[in-house]
Structure formats: structure tokens, C-alpha cells
């Protein structure tokens, strides 16, 4: 079974510093990893996915992602976060039976 | 191209009512996808397609039903409508890529979602 654990509910930063948001992973197999992001009463936006090419997956605004096998991490970052990245983030994993399965979300609060 | 299409926006039902929520996708897209979110819980898989005249469930999916007659129409359906019910409802779709028996999964292609309330 494929899964994956948001690791934080909430993450507050500081304008101008990093962002961290957690993912790990379980699947039996090499995953299709996916970030999207939802800004308050919006839709769901991809934000940058893998699917086993390279490890380092770079995305839109600035974010990307290191996959990690040894780890079964997906961790997202930014090395410097902007108030327009407040929003809520799901890590998500796709199964080869084109299932997309979505973590809990993880809040970020940017804090000016 | 209008992309994933769903109707109604909003949608206050009864308990006990009836309802059918409709996706439609402009993509010619194989997949499709219904999903609930509710706070806290991200987004859960109710019932999915791979193809027209396909449907298979997914995490969450009783007390639903899903046709998919066309392949550009995916129906999420609530028979006997309950609080629990209550929540925003996305639907999406997708395509696969790759071949030679292995695919890899495209991004998904979100409508806006409708906002249900069952009293």
C-alpha cells in the first residue's frame, strides 16, 4: 500500500527565512511524488513532482524537493520564504494503478 | 479549453436527500478522479476512473456512487445524504505517460470544487 506522513501540521516562519515542509513516503516501489499548494479559497496548484529521473526536482516559485530512498523522504524547500507562500501544502504520492494518494496537509505561516 | 468543469458550486441538501455532483473534462483525459476534503484530513480518494465504463473505489468510498458513461463525464452521486457528508468535493483528471508496460502518472487537473452542506 502506498501512503504518505505530512510530519508537521503547521509550520510558521519568518519572511526572508527557509522553508521546510515534511514528507515521508511508503510504497513498495519507486513512487511518482507530487507538492501541490492550496492559497485560501483557491484550487490545488502542482508545485513540482518526481517520477525517478533526478533526485532534486526543481518547481514553480521557487520550491523544490529531494527525493531520498534511503530515507523514503520527499521534504520540500525554499531558501527564502515570501508572504505569498501562506497556504496549505499536500505531499502526494501516485501508485502505478493511477491512485494519487494525499497527505494531511501541512499549513505554512509566514510571518512578515 | 475549459479544463475540469464541476457542478453545482455550492449545495445545501437534507439529511436523507439526493443529489449528483458532475465533473466534466475537455482534456480527453483517461483518468478521473473524485476526492473529499475536510480540515485536517487532506484530501481523500472517494471513487476513481481509468476509462469510460470503469469505476473502482478508493479510500473513503460509502455511502457514494460514481458512473462514468462518457469519457469526458465522471457523476459522483449521494443516494441518502447524511452530516458526515458535509464537505468540499474535488474532482480531477489525469493521464498517464511512458509506456512499454510501465507508466508514470501526470499532474492532476483540479476542478474548483463544490461546497456541500447536508443538515
Known amino acids: 500500500a502506498q501512503s504518505v506522513t505530512q510530519l508537521d501540521s503547521h509550520v510558521s516562519v519568518s519572511e526572508g527565512t527557509p522553508v521546510l515542509l515534511r514528507c515521508n513516503y511508503s510504497?513498495?516501489?519507486?513512487?511518482?511524488l507530487f507538492w501541490y499548494v492550496q492559497h485560501p479559497n483557491k484550487g490545488l496548484q502542482l508545485l513540482l513532482k518526481?517520477?525517478?529521473?533526478?533526485?532534486l526536482v526543481k518547481g514553480i516559485n521557487g520550491f523544490e524537493a529531494e527525493f531520498k530512498k534511503s530515507e523514503t523522504s520527499f521534504h520540500l524547500t525554499k531558501p527564502s520564504a515570501h508572504m505569498s507562500d501562506a497556504a496549505e501544502y499536500f505531499c502526494v504520492v501516485a501508485t502505478t494503478g493511477n491512485q494519487f494518494y494525499f497527505g494531511t496537509g501541512t499549513s505554512l505561516t509566514v510571518i512578515p | 479549453n475549459a479544463g475540469v468543469t464541476q457542478t453545482p458550486k455550492f449545495r445545501v441538501l437534507k439529511t436523507g436527500q439526493s443529489m449528483t455532483l458532475l465533473c466534466a473534462q475537455d482534456?480527453?483525459?483517461?483518468?478521473m478522479y473524485w476526492y473529499r476534503q475536510d480540515p485536517g484530513m487532506g484530501l481523500r480518494l472517494i471513487h476513481y476512473?481509468?476509462?469510460?465504463?470503469?469505476?473502482a473505489k478508493g479510500e473513503v468510498p460509502d455511502g457514494y456512487n460514481v458512473s462514468r458513461l462518457k469519457k469526458q463525464n465522471f457523476l459522483l452521486g449521494l443516494e441518502s445524504a447524511a452530516p458526515s457528508q458535509t464537505s468540499v468535493y474535488f474532482c480531477a483528471s489525469s493521464y498517464p505517460e511512458g509506456g512499454g508496460g510501465w507508466t508514470t502518472n501526470e499532474k492532476l487537473f483540479f476542478g474548483s470544487g463544490t461546497q456541500l452542506s447536508v443538515l
Open positions: 518526481y517520477t525517478s529521473a533526478a533526485t
Open positions: 476512473s481509468v476509462g469510460e465504463g470503469t469505476t
Open positions: 510504497s513498495s516501489y519507486s513512487p511518482s
Open positions: 482534456m480527453n483525459h483517461e483518468y
